[in-house]
């Protein structure tokens, strides 16, 4: 380091050129969904609480609750509470730092011709100022990032509760699903008892052999085998259920015992056109703010190269009693500058200038990613909701069909007119189409929840 002269100093000044552009590498838009047909205005404000179009009073009331009490959003929260207080250390440097000292002496002496001792007393107080002046910008540039940080933090957090949203629906669906598995393998092993009691009717009276009873009674104990399978799926779901939420296991049970029906949305949300979209999505625009911090830390880094002023001084007070110390007998103060520049560093400054650099380009293909990713979420759930409503209308079809059959071959079943091993496999067709069908409506609440979520949802916007 060395003192330069003020024309070095203008040069220098001159010469300075910024080498990053945020804009860089900002990914084509597409005008409308591919999946979506026409285009409609974005419905914010049903957005910010998509989970109340379901209609389910309980999901209404966990998240709700969960989006105060989770543990990942009350974290995020606090992170902003560190972000704010990062950006304000950032500003302080910006400002003079000012210090106060104090001293006390006491002084001894003895006069040996009058052998007469004396002592007097000394009181001193000082006030120092040191400050580095941001004569280039440096120090706002790392401001600027420190407040683009926070920025992000905020983001995130937004991110944070339109994830816990999405995720409790979806968890919410899967225990809706599990209970109506459960409620239909029951209505089965009802059907299978009643088959089972027919084949014992019918070999008592002497009109078929055991191997039907055998044969009934395998197929009951099968489907009765199931059960635990699904009490057990349905008892750890109400476990995550209250992670979610920030509760211990079991605090839920009783809200969430009671069986309800899959939750159905009753209609379809404007969704608007991908530019909005990019807008409305906490992630990407958080990853925005990765860029603008990216960018202002390469800046400041550029900015070591110039030179940098720092002025100190002192104000000193002394007195020889306390009580006359703010009536000094000697006031001494002095201010001091330096103007100093990096001449030669062995290259720190240029690989920590091309550390920031790429960085910057690292935040903006995070930032390209990110948006690719949104486009991609939102295509995929319009896909989903578009087949999984065409796979519910040929289930319907095919329930009404495989119960007629059912009820059909338990008929002639019971007029000797077909075997046994026929009303099986009925009972089994029509299990298994009924169980497709609560699978294809769980699947369909849980694409137009993911829809929510890749649109942004669950976060208010102001």
């Given at each position: 380091m060395a003192l330069l002269t003020l024309p070095f100093v203008l040069c220098a000044c001159g010469s300075f050129k910024t080498r990053?552009?945020?804009?860089?590498?900002?990914?084509?838009?597409?005008?409308?969904?591919?999946?979506?047909?026409?285009?409609?205005?974005?419905?914010?404000?049903?957005?910010?609480?998509?989970?109340?179009?379901?209609?389910?009073?309980?999901?209404?009331?966990?998240?709700?609750?969960?989006?105060?009490?989770?543990?990942?959003?009350?974290?995020?929260?606090?992170?902003?509470?560190?972000?704010?207080?990062?950006?304000?250390?950032?500003?302080?440097?910006?400002?003079?730092?000012?210090?106060?000292?104090?001293?006390?002496?006491?002084?001894?002496?003895?006069?040996?011709?009058?052998?007469?001792?004396?002592?007097?007393?000394?009181?001193?107080?000082?006030?120092?100022?040191?400050?580095?002046?941001?004569?280039?910008?440096?120090?706002?540039?790392?401001?600027?990032?420190?407040?683009?940080?926070?920025?992000?933090?905020?983001?995130?957090?937004?991110?944070?509760?339109?994830?816990?949203?999405?995720?409790?629906?979806?968890?919410?669906?899967?225990?809706?699903?599990?209970?109506?598995?459960?409620?239909?393998?029951?209505?089965?092993?009802?059907?299978?008892?009643?088959?089972?009691?027919?084949?014992?009717?019918?070999?008592?009276?002497?009109?078929?052999?055991?191997?039907?009873?055998?044969?009934?009674?395998?197929?009951?104990?099968?489907?009765?085998?199931?059960?635990?399978?699904?009490?057990?799926?349905?008892?750890?779901?109400?476990?995550?259920?209250?992670?979610?939420?920030?509760?211990?296991?079991?605090?839920?049970?009783?809200?969430?015992?009671?069986?309800?029906?899959?939750?159905?949305?009753?209609?379809?949300?404007?969704?608007g056109i991908p530019a909005q979209t990019l807008q409305q999505r906490p992630d990407v625009r958080a990853a925005m703010r990765g860029v603008e911090a990216a960018a202002a830390r390469t800046k400041a880094a550029e900015r070591e190269r110039l030179p940098s002023l720092d002025l100190s001084g002192s104000l000193s007070l002394e007195a020889l009693r306390a009580g006359s110390l703010f009536s000094p007998e000697t006031v001494a103060a002095n201010l001091i500058g330096s103007l100093s520049a990096p001449i030669f560093d062995a290259g720190r400054i240029s690989q920590n200038i091309a550390i920031q650099d790429a960085q910057t380009k690292q935040a903006l293909i995070s930032y390209e990613l990110t948006v690719l990713t949104a486009l991609k979420e939102v295509e995929n759930a319009l896909i989903a909701i578009r087949r999984l409503s065409e796979l519910s209308e040929t289930l319907g079809r095919a329930v009404k069909a495989a119960q007629q059959a059912s009820r059909l071959a338990t008929q002639q079943y019971q007029a000797g007119q077909v075997s046994l091993v026929e009303v099986l496999e009925a009972q089994r067709t029509l299990f298994s189409v009924q169980e497709q069908q609560v699978n294809a409506t769980a699947d369909q609440t849980t694409a137009y929840i993911q829809l929510y979520k890749a649109l942004g949802g669950g976060w208010p916007v102001n």
């Open positions: 990053t552009n945020p804009a860089e590498g900002n990914p084509a838009t597409p005008a409308k969904w591919k999946a979506a047909g026409s285009t409609t205005e974005l419905d914010r404000v049903s957005l910010a609480q998509w989970w109340t179009r379901l209609n389910d009073p309980v999901l209404n009331q966990l998240i709700t609750g969960a989006l105060v009490s989770s543990p990942d959003v009350r974290t995020a929260l606090s992170r902003i509470d560190e972000g704010r207080a990062r950006r304000g250390l950032e500003s302080a440097a910006l400002f003079p730092s000012l210090y106060i000292g104090g001293s006390a002496q006491t002084r001894n002496s003895r006069n040996h011709e009058t052998k007469v001792s004396s002592s007097s007393e000394f009181y001193s107080t000082a006030l120092d100022a040191s400050w580095q002046v941001d004569l280039f910008g440096k120090q706002k540039q790392t401001l600027r990032a420190a407040s683009a940080d926070l920025a992000q933090t905020e983001e995130t957090y937004y991110s944070a509760q339109v994830s816990l949203a999405a995720e409790l629906a979806q968890t919410y669906v899967g225990l809706r699903q599990a209970q109506a598995q459960l409620a239909l393998k029951e209505r089965t092993i009802a059907t299978r008892s009643e088959t089972a009691q027919i084949a014992h009717w019918r070999e008592q009276a002497g009109v078929s052999t055991g191997l039907d009873s055998l044969q009934a009674d395998s197929t009951l104990e099968q489907d009765r085998a199931s059960l635990p399978t699904l009490k057990q799926t349905i008892a750890q779901t109400q476990n995550e259920i209250a992670l979610l939420c920030g509760l211990a296991p079991g605090t839920l049970d009783m809200q969430l015992k009671a069986a309800r029906a899959i939750p159905q949305t009753s209609s379809r949300l404007a969704i």
